[in-house]
């Protein structure tokens, strides 16, 4: 079992930053790729970004790339993202996932552990 807790969320101005973090505990932090999700109010969770086990590779969803940054710190089982130049629509729900794999996923399903998620809202 791995337990994920989010933290950091909060109301920003459009144009600002947060920085995400989420604090892994239980089995071993650095066999799992992390991922980012988040999921706006009536809409379908979506994917934000992810990592790969060693933080060698990362990938981006297209509506974050350059202004979104996925790390992590396996020393402090900790994955983070940083979030700058946010927009209004970047509001949500923000979860972090950890999935056994090779390969950085990017889809919800292959993720098996979740936190309870932190909300983020940019107003306009």
């Known amino acids: 079992q791995v337990q994920l807790v989010e933290s950091g969320g909060g109301l920003v101005q459009a144009g600002g930053s947060l920085r995400l973090s989420c604090a892994a505990s239980?089995?071993?932090?650095?066999?799992?790729?992390m991922g980012w999700f988040r999921q706006a109010p009536g809409e379908d969770r979506e994917f934000v970004a992810t990592?790969?086990?060693?933080?060698?590779?990362?990938y981006y969803a297209e509506s974050v790339k350059g202004r979104f940054t996925i790390s992590r710190d396996n020393n402090k089982g900790t994955v983070y993202l940083q979030m700058n130049s946010l927009k209004p629509e970047d509001t949500g729900v923000y979860y972090c996932a950890a999935a056994q794999r090779s390969y950085p996923p990017t889809r919800g399903y292959e993720y098996d552990y979740w936190g309870q998620g932190t909300q983020v809202t940019v107003s306009s």
């Open positions: 990592i790969t086990n060693n933080g060698g590779r990362t």
């Open positions: 239980g089995r071993t932090f650095s066999r799992f790729a």
